[in-house]
């Protein structure tokens, strides 16, 4: 079956670090385009990381630049996405996407064609 499974959300104080991982099964996980979203109580879905195919390209929403770092192991059909120097702000569901026709980094949740359930991470001030 088709799924992308979040896992590594946690209560950290601010400061801290979390890493977050994503793990496909059910399509050619190599083939696909990844991308974290992150969405807080009462706010819209936004991007925050995305990763080409071939983990050569990655891009960084300019509110986590320097903080956050997205990685791939293809072998592992894994995505990762190292946080670090955690804020309150930071605090939201984080969700995994797939983007199985397109090889570039692709930043539109419009683009992806499968989402996983989110794992959640607060971050205490």
């Known amino acids: 079956a088709l799924e992308l499974l979040e896992s590594g959300g946690d209560l950290v104080q601010a400061g801290g670090s979390l890493r977050l991982s994503c793990t496909a099964s059910?399509?050619?996980?190599?083939?696909?385009?990844m991308a974290w979203f992150r969405q807080a109580p009462g706010k819209e879905r936004d991007w925050v990381s995305c990763?080409?195919?071939?983990?050569?390209?990655?891009a960084y929403a300019d509110s986590v630049k320097g903080r956050f770092t997205v990685s791939r192991d293809n072998a592992k059909n894994t995505v990762y996405l190292q946080m670090k120097n955690l804020k309150p702000e930071d605090t939201a569901m984080y969700y995994c996407?797939?983007?199985?026709?397109?090889?570039?980094?692709?930043?539109?949740?419009?683009?992806?064609?499968?989402w996983g359930e989110g794992t959640q991470v607060t971050i205490s001030s």
């Open positions: 996407a797939a983007a199985t026709d397109v090889p570039y980094c692709a930043a539109s949740a419009t683009s992806m064609d499968f």
């Open positions: 990763i080409d195919r071939d983990g050569d390209r990655t």
């Open positions: 059910g399509f050619a996980f190599d083939g696909a385009s």
